[in-house]
């Protein structure tokens, strides 16, 4: 029987494992049906990252492949190589991965003649009209400018054609005698059109794409209302005789409602102006970081010959110096050279990072007083910088399950107000006062326009897009907006103790002799066995006997007992170096070693005990420091409701003295890496919402099974990958700004889903008419239109507000 890999939690399974799926002509097998049912859900978060741990060429290649696709904002699921409008909403497709801003944004275009181009500011030559940036960005968005050209234009007829108009109803006698209530007509109709037909094109083949591809939203209802308001004055315009005699007013006219389908229009359009603009701004900065990275890095050739190059001329495996106060071109590790490097624009930690030869760099940080040399591992899309900005970008597309509840509102929610519009009609064209037809088609559209589900699309796309860029911006890279969502009702945490509470190297803390025997002795001999063992500990002891500059024996006859320790022979004396159960195997007795051993355990060290010729001689205690962040971490973490269970491959002593130390509610010791997973099964099967922590290959499994998973970044690609959440910086910190930025997010969505909803709720019923029967009051469609724009900028500027969250 024949083994293949779960694609989900890494873990080998029979390839007759009942629990199977046909994806894309291939056959893939799962451990469980939890893992069948998170593959279905997305097939593609799981395929890519097995291929990326067996090639890693497959990897670049699929990030690349992202460059130059189009995708909707409101349907990320639309997707083509071209610019275009979205086939379900009408809405300008944008660039899966964005581009990187320009360092020198030195351009200005007229927003009424864009082809009109200058690197500095001044006047434009057609017009006259200031000059403004290209964008704000750096980017040429050609929608935004597209929709502020038609804005402008719009505003400019539509304040003269509602002042008509209002003089016209109102104050009568200020206008001229020879402005007839015909010509009047007229000259509303001239300049209402072009608003109508021009400036509201954009919102009429939306609407249209709408009805055709049988997906009715916002659109829909705005170019029904407007239209119908539009027609139906010019047909009364035209051939008022068709009318009923109560429907005309002096002069034989019959009222139109050109300054309403004129105002709507602007007003839309001024709400489409404002969300585009919102929109580029929330992942600007996001590519602002991206744009950071240098134009040029300083290539060290083999012969010793310097020589600057294009960044992207950098290739693997390229020696590079960074000089004192350069960014650093691309990801790598030094060679050479001491610094400090500002790393705060990646991490979100404003402390400069001490470099010293083996440490990693990230590409776009700032060096500071020292030289380095560097190696270049990542170059191009391989990048962090890069990754996050893809990572990020595919975040702030994909839908939360939230989003659902608003997408099936939607479904319903336009047709039965096109229902409630006819009604309206109906109802005010039989049984409404003179002139009926008027009324009918004044309320109609006004419940048309009032009831324009912009808000409701809006509420939480807008968040997510906001909180995941201001999530980068703090070093919590969100994979999707599922786990966003998800990360609000944890209530449960698995970390793993190495790497994620401590530092993950273990350092050198006590050395005790017994008499006869002095310290810097048992630690010579100790460190002296220990070079020839590749165990992680005994790096530990070599660095701590290095560090007193003892000077090292040579070791004959080395015997390694795994799982005990070590033996061999140094300068004619026979030294074993272990645990209990070495001595105990060899026949030495602890003595007195035995309670100091258990003395040094409770304080979380890992004790060796050292026997010369047979004798007990003395110990070393080895321990894993714990992070400075991870005290407070925790307490944060118990603030925040949050349950933290830590898990451990060492023994429980050890454990339960880390645990003591941080406060920490449980502790499963002992763990082996193929029983992490079970543990959350466990949990889950109790009905906790379960977040596993962790940095290394062994903890995939469990970051696949648990509700998120959160990769440390200073861990394994693979435990990235498995991951919903991936904190850039190492710091426990980050787990607690990825809770906070969930639960602040998530609060911000259903804020904006409540105005939305109460907003639709409040104004279609009176935009019917219900309220004129008892009060006379009735809901003018331009009032209408204000309010509908209202309730979208209320939905935006509630989500900008996340931008100013403090994680």
């Given at each position: 029987m024949s083994t293949?890999?779960?694609?989900?939690?890494?873990?080998?399974?029979?390839?007759?494992?009942?629990?199977?799926?046909?994806?894309?002509?291939?056959?893939?097998?799962?451990?469980?049906?939890?893992?069948?049912?998170?593959?279905?859900?997305?097939?593609?978060d799981y395929i890519r990252p097995i291929m990326a741990t067996i090639t890693p060429t497959v990897q670049v290649s699929q990030a690349t492949q992202a460059v130059g696709v189009y995708t909707c904002p409101m349907h990320p699921e639309v997707r083509q190589a071209t610019p275009g409008s979205c086939p379900k909403c009408g809405m300008a497709l944008e660039p899966v991965v964005p581009a990187p801003t320009r360092s020198n944004q030195s351009e200005y275009t007229c927003p009424m003649h864009p082809q009109i181009v200058r690197s500095e500011p001044g006047n434009c030559p057609i017009c006259g009209m200031a000059l403004e940036p290209r964008n704000a960005t750096g980017e040429d968005n050609a929608e935004l400018r597209d929709m502020t050209r038609r804005f402008r234009l719009s505003s400019a007829l539509a304040l003269p054609v509602f002042l008509l108009a209002m003089a016209a109803d109102l104050f009568p006698s200020v206008l001229p005698d020879a402005l007839t209530p015909v010509l009047l007509q007229w000259l509303e109709f001239v300049l209402s059109t072009p608003v109508v037909l021009w400036g509201g094109l954009p919102i009429f083949q939306r609407g249209w794409a709408s009805v055709v591809n049988r997906s009715l939203n916002m659109f829909s209802l705005i170019a029904l209302g407007v239209g119908v308001a539009w027609t139906y004055s010019v047909v009364a315009m035209l051939l008022p005789g068709i009318f009923p005699p109560a429907m005309r007013s002096m002069g034989s006219t019959v009222p139109v409602y050109f300054e309403a389908a004129a105002v709507i229009m602007t007003l839309v359009l001024l709400g489409q102006v404002m969300e585009l603009r919102a929109r580029s701004k929330t992942s600007a900065a996001i590519k602002l970081l991206l744009g950071l990275a240098p134009k040029t890095a300083r290539i060290v050739h083999a012969n010793g010959n310097e020589e600057d190059i294009l960044l992207e001329k950098v290739q693997p495996g390229d020696v590079l110096?960074?000089?004192?106060?350069e960014k650093v071109p691309v990801d790598g590790v030094v060679l050479e050279g001491t610094s400090a490097l500002d790393e705060s624009m990646v991490t979100g930690e404003s402390i400069p990072v001490e470099k010293t030869a083996g440490e990693r760099l990230i590409g776009a940080t700032v060096n500071g007083t020292g030289s380095l040399m560097m190696r270049a591992e990542r170059v191009g899309s391989d990048t962090l910088l890069a990754q996050i900005v893809h990572m990020v970008s595919e975040a702030q597309r994909s839908r939360a399950p939230i989003q659902r509840l608003a997408d099936v509102a939607a479904g319903y929610f336009v047709p039965a107000v096109v229902v409630v519009a006819l009604v309206t009609l109906a109802v005010w064209g039989i049984w409404g006062p003179e002139p009926r037809l008027a009324y009918a088609v004044v309320n109609a559209v006004a419940v048309l326009i009032v009831a324009c589900p912009c808000a409701l699309g809006l509420a939480t796309p807008m968040s997510i897009m906001v909180g995941t860029g201001r999530g980068a911006l703090g070093g919590v890279l969100i994979k999707n907006a599922e786990a966003l969502e998800t990360m609000e009702k944890v209530n449960t945490l698995m970390v793993d103790k190495t790497g994620t509470l401590t530092e993950g190297k273990p350092k050198l803390l006590s050395v005790v002799a017994v008499a006869g025997f002095d310290e810097s002795e048992v630690?010579?001999?100790?460190?002296?066995?220990?070079?020839?063992?590749?165990?992680?500990?005994?790096?530990?002891?070599?660095?701590?006997?290095?560090e007193k500059f003892l000077a090292l024996a040579s070791v004959s006859d080395f015997r390694s007992f795994t799982g005990k320790g070590v033996a061999g022979s140094i300068e004619g004396h026979q030294i074993a170096l272990g645990n209990l159960k070495l001595f105990e195997e060899l026949g030495f007795v602890p003595g007195e070693l035995a309670a100091h051993a258990d003395s040094l355990r409770s304080d979380g060290q890992t004790v060796m005990l050292l026997a010369v010729d047979g004798k007990a001689a003395g110990l070393i205690g080895v321990a894993d420091p714990i992070k400075d962040s991870a005290l407070d971490a925790i307490r944060a973490l118990h603030d925040e409701g949050v349950l933290v269970i830590m898990l451990t491959g060492d023994n429980r002593i050890t454990g339960e003295a880390v645990a003591r130390k941080l406060g920490i509610d449980r502790i499963e010791a002992e763990?082996?890496?193929?029983?992490?997973?079970?543990?959350?099964?466990?949990?889950?099967?109790?009905?906790?919402?379960?977040?596993?922590?962790?940095?290394?290959?062994?903890?995939?499994?469990?970051?696949?099974?648990?509700?998120?998973?959160?990769?440390?970044?200073?861990?394994?690609?693979?435990?990235?990958?498995?991951?919903?959440?991936?904190?850039?910086?190492?710091?426990?910190?980050g787990i607690v700004r990825a809770v906070r930025l969930s639960r602040a997010t998530m609060r911000n969505i259903r804020q904006n889903l409540f105005f939305a909803f109460i907003y639709n709720l409040l104004g279609i019923p009176v935009a019917a008419g219900v309220l004129y029967p008892f009060f006379g009051l009735l809901l003018s469609p331009i009032i209408a239109a204000a309010a509908m724009s209202f309730s979208s900028v209320s939905v935006i500027l509630n989500a900008l507000r996340l931008n100013r969250m403090k994680l």
């Open positions: 293949t890999t779960d694609p989900v939690c890494e873990m080998k399974v029979d390839s007759e494992s009942r629990h199977s799926v046909d994806h894309a002509g291939k056959h893939y097998y799962f451990c469980s049906q939890q893992c069948v049912e998170k593959f279905q859900a997305n097939p593609s110096r960074v000089r004192p106060g630690l010579r001999m100790g460190a002296s066995l220990e070079r020839a063992s590749e165990h992680p500990l005994a790096a530990a002891v070599v660095n701590g006997a290095q763990v082996l890496p193929e029983q992490k997973a079970s543990i959350v099964k466990q949990l889950q099967a109790q009905g906790r919402f379960v977040a596993m922590a962790g940095d290394g290959i062994n903890d995939a499994p469990a970051l696949a099974q648990a509700q998120v998973g959160i990769a440390m970044g200073t861990g394994t690609d693979v435990a990235m990958e498995s991951a919903g959440v991936t904190l850039v910086k190492g710091d426990l910190r």
